[in-house]
T-cell receptor, first 114, second 111 residues
Framework: AAGVIQSPRHLIKEKRETATLKCYPIPRHDTVYWYQQGPGQDPQFLISFYEKMQSDKGSIPDRFSAQQFSDYHSELNMSSLELGDSALYFC?????????????FGPGTRLTVT | EDQVTQSPEALRLQEGESSSLNCSYTVSGLRGLFWYRQDPGKGPEFLFTLYSAGEEKEKERLKATLTKKESFLHITAPKPEDSATYLCAVQAIGGTYKYIFGTGTRLKVLA
């Protein structure tokens, strides 16, 4: 079965640079969520999109922005990177926003800021 | 504030030694509680969804139960391949669909 695809899998950037993370949801899934997981920490919700509209916003820094495109893929844009942005970034998708639609997670993008 | 707490933080079991992981939650209203398994460096893998107190779900050696304040993940006769971090998450009522995760229980099953 098709899963959530994230690219790149690993990314190394320097402070103050920008990064773009991409997420391709499971086919026919219209909802995308972004989470940030620091070392030894639980995933923290950043932002979500339903049918290409932002549906919820969590602890996402103003330096970050995201959008969902017409083909339902999503991109997380991160600017003025800081050392503290180093983390695993997960994208999850679901078939809708109802609770019966579980979120399925991608393999993550490991971002390292030096 | 909605909160999820998992215990213990880490657990070492001998192969075949059954045990339970706990997930306590405080939410204004529970829409659903979810259990995930996460292997190092990988994305969380969905295990179960529980919606209401008294509900139980099973999958192979795992059984999840739910009360009004907590959920348990029972592991019966675990095998080394069950070693992973088990995450609990809740989705609260109130117009938001985000998951609130606990910090997880790191399970190590020794052969």
């Amino acid at each position: 079965a098709a899963g959530v695809i994230q690219s790149p899998r690993h990314l190394i950037k320097e402070k103050r640079e920008t990064a773009t993370l991409k997420c391709y949801p499971i086919p026919r899934h219209d909802t995308v969520y972004w989470y940030q997981q620091g070392p030894g920490q639980d995933p923290q919700f950043l932002i979500s999109f339903y049918e290409k509209m932002q549906s919820d916003k969590g602890s996402i820094p103003d330096r970050f922005s995201a959008q969902q495109f017409s083909d339902y893929h999503s991109e997380l844009n991160m600017s003025s990177l800081e050392l503290g942005d180093s983390a695993l970034y997960f994208c999850a998708s679901s078939a809708g926003t109802d609770v019966s639609y579980e979120q399925y997670f991608g393999p993550g993008t490991r971002l390292t800021v030096t | 504030e909605d909160q999820v707490t998992q215990s213990p933080e880490a657990l070492r079991l001998q192969e075949g030694e059954s045990s339970s992981l706990n997930c306590s939650y405080t939410v204004s209203g529970l829409r659903g509680l979810f259990w995930y398994r996460q292997d190092p460096g990988k994305g969380p893998e969905f295990l179960f969804t529980l919606y209401s107190a008294g509900e139980e779900k099973e999958k192979e050696r795992l059984k999840a139960t739910l009360t009004k304040k907590e959920s348990f993940l029972h592991i019966t006769a675990p095998k080394p391949e069950d070693s992973a971090t088990y995450l609990c998450a809740v989705q609260a009522i109130g117009g938001t669909y985000k998951y609130i995760f606990g910090t997880g229980t790191r399970l190590k099953v020794l052969a």
